[in-house]
C-alpha cells in the first residue's frame, strides 16, 4: 500500500494495522535541539487512547509510546533532545480480539472501506478494518506530539460542538469543560444531553456522527502559499485523511454561502505594531490560503461507526448476499476519540508550514530554535 506520508519538510509515515503487534510512525524533518520526551508524547496519546468511559470501544490499549530513535541525551544535558535524524516511534497493540471479527472475514460491513479495500488490493485484513481502522491515529496523535513541540507560542484545542442533531450552545463555551467530560465537550448541559443520548444509542446496537471543531491561536501570520500550497487546502486534506471524516469547513465555511458580502468579509481597524486588528474572524484565520495571524478555526465531520449490532444487508466477497451483524468492541461515536486526532492533524501541518516558511523567506517570524541547546557539563 502506497501514500502513508503525509507533510513536505515535517514528514510523517505511519505503518501498523488494527490486530498486528503493533503501530508506529516516522517523523522526518523535526529540526535538532527540541527537547523531547517519551512522556510529552504520552499525555497526548493519554487523550485519544480506548476505554476511558461507556462511552467509547472497551478495548483496553495502554498506548504506551517508545522512542526508538532522533532523540539524544547524557548526563551532560538537561534532558534529551531531537537529534534532526528520523524520530521512529512505536506502540504496541496488546488487546486484540481478532476472533470476534470470523463472522464478517467474507461479508463487506455497509458503510466501511471492507469492499473498496478488497477491490483495490485484492486481499484485506477483516481483523478490525486493518490499516482502515480508527486504531490507525494512534501514530497520527504521537506525531502531533512532536509537531506541538516545533509550534512554541501556538496552542491548539479541539471540542466536540455535534453529536447527531444535537450541537453545543456557544453561549455556554467553556474551554475547561472540555477537560470535565468524556465528550470533549465545551458545554456542560451538552454533555450531559450527551450521555443519555449516547446510552440509548449503546443499548440499541446502533452509532451516531459527530462534528469537531479545532482551533488553533497564536499562529503566525504569512503561513501557506498561494494556489496549490494553502493553508487552508493542506488542512482539508489532512483532517480529511482522518478515518470515517466526511467533510472539513474553514471558518464560516458552509454557512458563509448564505451571508452577504458585507457580512462575510471580516473588517479591519489599526492595531498596536503596524499589524490590523480584525473585528471578526468568518475567514478562520486565513485568506488567499495565507494566516492572518487570527485564530485558524477548523471544524470536520465524522460519519457514524459502521461496526454496528444493528443488522445490515450486504453481500460477501463471492457475491452471494448477506446479513451483517458486526460483534466486538467498537466506539458508538467515534467522533469522540477524534477530536485529540483533529488536534494532530492540525499541529503536523501548522509546523510543516512553519518550516516552509521558514525555508523560502527566511526568519520572517519568531523562530525559538535559532540558538543550538547548550548542554548542561558536568565532570568529563
Same mark, same amino acid.
Given at each position: 500500500?502506497?501514500?502513508?506520508?503525509?507533510?513536505?519538510?515535517?514528514?510523517?509515515?505511519?505503518?501498523?494495522?488494527?490486530?498486528?503487534?503493533?503501530?508506529?510512525?516516522?517523523?522526518?524533518?523535526?529540526?535538532?535541539?527540541?527537547?523531547?520526551?517519551?512522556?510529552?508524547?504520552?499525555?497526548?496519546?493519554?487523550?485519544?487512547? @480506548?476505554?476511558?468511559?461507556?462511552?467509547?470501544?472497551?478495548?483496553?490499549?495502554? /498506548? %504506551?509510546?517508545?522512542?526508538?530513535?532522533?532523540?539524544?541525551?547524557?548526563?551532560?544535558?538537561?534532558?534529551?533532545?531531537?537529534?534532526?535524524?528520523?524520530?521512529?516511534?512505536?506502540?504496541?497493540?496488546?488487546?486484540?480480539?481478532?476472533?470476534?471479527?470470523?463472522?464478517?472475514?467474507?461479508?463487506?460491513?455497509?458503510?466501511?472501506?471492507?469492499?473498496?479495500?478488497?477491490?483495490?488490493?485484492?486481499?484485506?485484513?477483516?481483523?478490525?478494518?486493518?490499516?482502515?481502522?480508527?486504531?490507525?491515529?494512534?501514530?497520527?496523535?504521537?506525531?502531533? %506530539?512532536?509537531?506541538?513541540?516545533?509550534?512554541?507560542?501556538?496552542?491548539?484545542?479541539?471540542?466536540?460542538?455535534?453529536?447527531? @442533531?444535537?450541537?453545543?450552545?456557544?453561549?455556554?463555551?467553556?474551554?475547561?469543560?472540555?477537560?470535565?467530560?468524556?465528550?470533549?465537550?465545551?458545554?456542560?448541559?451538552?454533555?450531559?444531553?450527551?450521555? /443519555?443520548?449516547?446510552?440509548?444509542?449503546?443499548?440499541?446496537?446502533?452509532?451516531?456522527?459527530?462534528?469537531?471543531?479545532?482551533?488553533?491561536?497564536?499562529?503566525?501570520?504569512? =503561513?501557506?502559499?498561494?494556489?496549490?500550497?494553502?493553508?487552508?487546502? /493542506?488542512? %482539508?486534506?489532512?483532517?480529511?485523511?482522518?478515518?470515517?471524516?466526511?467533510?472539513?469547513?474553514?471558518?464560516?465555511?458552509?454557512?458563509? %454561502?448564505? =451571508?452577504?458580502?458585507?457580512?462575510?468579509?471580516?473588517?479591519?481597524?489599526?492595531?498596536?505594531?503596524?499589524? #490590523?486588528?480584525?473585528?471578526?474572524?468568518?475567514?478562520?484565520?486565513?485568506?488567499?490560503?495565507?494566516?492572518?495571524?487570527? #485564530?485558524?478555526?477548523?471544524?470536520? &465531520?465524522?460519519?457514524?461507526?459502521?461496526?454496528?449490532?444493528?443488522?445490515?444487508?450486504?453481500?460477501?466477497?463471492?457475491?452471494? @448476499?448477506?446479513?451483517?451483524?458486526?460483534?466486538?468492541?467498537?466506539? #458508538?461515536?467515534?467522533?469522540?476519540?477524534?477530536?485529540?486526532?483533529?488536534?494532530?492533524?492540525?499541529?503536523?501541518?501548522? &509546523?510543516?508550514? =512553519?518550516?516552509?516558511?521558514?525555508?523560502?523567506?527566511?526568519?520572517?517570524?519568531?523562530?525559538?530554535?535559532?540558538?543550538?541547546?547548550? @548542554?548542561?557539563?558536568?565532570?568529563?
Amino acid at each position: 500500500m502506497s501514500h502513508n506520508t503525509f507533510g513536505h519538510l515535517f514528514r510523517v509515515t505511519t505503518f501498523g494495522e488494527s490486530h498486528g503487534p503493533a503501530l508506529g510512525c516516522v517523523v522526518d524533518g523535526c529540526p535538532p535541539g527540541i527537547p523531547l520526551t517519551e512522556a510529552d508524547i504520552q499525555g497526548e496519546l493519554d487523550r485519544r487512547k @480506548p476505554g476511558q468511559s461507556r462511552f467509547t470501544t472497551q478495548r483496553r490499549e495502554p /498506548d %504506551a509510546v517508545r522512542i526508538l530513535s532522533g532523540v539524544f541525551g547524557d548526563e551532560r544535558m538537561a534532558g534529551p533532545v531531537t537529534t534532526g535524524t528520523p524520530i521512529a516511534l512505536l506502540i504496541e497493540n496488546v488487546d486484540q480480539r481478532s476472533k470476534d471479527y470470523a463472522a464478517i472475514r467474507d461479508a463487506y460491513r455497509p458503510g466501511h472501506a471492507d469492499y473498496a479495500y478488497d477491490v483495490k488490493y485484492g486481499v484485506r485484513d477483516y481483523r478490525g478494518g486493518g490499516r482502515s481502522s480508527a486504531r490507525e491515529t494512534a501514530a497520527r496523535v504521537a506525531a502531533g %506530539a512532536i509537531a506541538r513541540r516545533i509550534l512554541s507560542g501556538v496552542t491548539i484545542r479541539g471540542a466536540l460542538v455535534q453529536m447527531g @442533531p444535537h450541537a453545543v450552545d456557544r453561549a455556554n463555551w467553556d474551554w475547561e469543560e472540555v477537560h470535565r467530560n468524556p465528550f470533549f465537550c465545551p458545554d456542560a448541559r451538552a454533555a450531559a444531553l450527551y450521555e /443519555d443520548y449516547l446510552d440509548g444509542l449503546r443499548k440499541e446496537g446502533s452509532s451516531v456522527g459527530a462534528v469537531i471543531e479545532v482551533v488553533a491561536e497564536g499562529v503566525p501570520p504569512g =503561513l501557506g502559499a498561494p494556489v496549490y500550497a494553502k493553508l487552508d487546502a /493542506d488542512l %482539508a486534506g489532512a483532517l480529511m485523511s482522518i478515518n470515517a471524516v466526511k467533510g472539513v469547513e474553514i471558518g464560516e465555511g458552509f454557512a458563509s %454561502a448564505a =451571508l452577504r458580502g458585507e457580512d462575510n468579509a471580516d473588517e479591519m481597524r489599526p492595531g498596536n505594531g503596524g499589524a #490590523p486588528t480584525f473585528l471578526s474572524n468568518h475567514a478562520g484565520g486565513i485568506l488567499g490560503g495565507i494566516s492572518t495571524g487570527q #485564530p485558524v478555526v477548523c471544524r470536520f &465531520a465524522v460519519k457514524p461507526t459502521s461496526s454496528i449490532l444493528t443488522p445490515r444487508s450486504s453481500v460477501t466477497r463471492y457475491g452471494e @448476499p448477506a446479513e451483517v451483524m458486526t460483534k466486538g468492541r467498537h466506539d #458508538p461515536c467515534v467522533g469522540i476519540r477524534a477530536v485529540p486526532v483533529g488536534e494532530a492533524m492540525v499541529a503536523c501541518v501548522l &509546523a510543516d508550514h =512553519l518550516l516552509r516558511h521558514r525555508a523560502q523567506v527566511g526568519a520572517g517570524i519568531p523562530w525559538p530554535f535559532d540558538k543550538p541547546v547548550e @548542554p548542561v557539563l558536568g565532570e568529563p
